[in-house]
T-cell receptor
């Protein structure tokens, strides 16, 4: 899996967009970028993944730079329940998910 | 059930005791993974099953750890002669397709928190 780098922590005001960056400069052409989050005392929850194009689903949007060396997860209207550790993972077929330290997002009222 | 189910949710074991942790994956899911998560750390891979075949056990920390999935559905992670360093959350995940197929997502259970005293 590609090595990913994320800031250890971020704050976001409730109702505002949360933009979580991830650097994956060594990502290979067939590696997807996955985002998972882990709310306290729960298992990791899948959020979104993408290869080259930007992706959007009911939870979030994923913006991948054209050179694929970095990406941003966007939670458009953060709520208190979005407080969690967010993991960015580069993964291709045949490899298990390799979790790094993630970003601890704190959504504040 | 709709999701991955793990039991027990919490387990306290005396040092030296054997424990068995159960995972019920999403029905029909081919791939099953076990991860170990120490306090304050991200999950770390232990082992992978494709149906009943254990294709990768490179992450198992010692020969005291053993996993099985005899009928390709329910899986059990067994730890023999538990030690304090085994205290962690053990997570199970399943995926609908074999791991060689890219671009699919794995779904995790709530985990079993093991405390060895």
């Amino acid at each position: 899996d590609a090595k990913t780098t994320q800031p250890p922590s971020m704050d976001c005001a409730e109702g505002r967009a949360a933009n979580l960056p991830c650097n994956h400069s060594t990502i290979s052409g067939n590696e997807y970028v996955y985002w998972y989050r882990q709310i306290h005392s729960q298992g990791p929850q899948y959020i979104i993944h993408g290869l080259k194009n930007n992706e959007t689903n009911e939870m979030a949007s994923l913006i991948i730079t054209e050179d694929r060396k970095s990406s941003t997860l966007i939670l458009p209207h953060a709520t208190l329940r979005d407080t969690a550790v967010y993991y960015c993972i580069g993964n291709n077929a045949g490899n298990m998910l390799t979790f790094g330290g993630g970003t601890r997002l704190m959504v504040k009222p | 059930g709709a999701g991955v189910s793990q039991s027990p949710r919490y387990k306290v074991a005396k040092r030296g005791q054997d424990v068995a942790l159960r995972c019920d994956p999403i029905s029909g899911h081919v791939s099953l993974f076990w991860y170990q998560q120490a306090l304050g750390q991200g999950p770390e891979f232990l082992t992978y099953f494709q149906n009943e075949a254990q294709l990768d056990k490179s992450g198992l920390p010692s020969d005291r750890f053993f996993a099985e999935r005899p009928e390709g559905s329910v899986s059990t992670l067994k730890i023999q002669r538990t030690q304090q360093e085994d205290s962690a959350v053990y997570l199970c995940a399943s995926n609908a397709v074999p791991i060689v197929i890219s671009g699919t997502e794995a779904f995790f259970g709530q985990g079993t928190r093991l405390t060895v005293v």
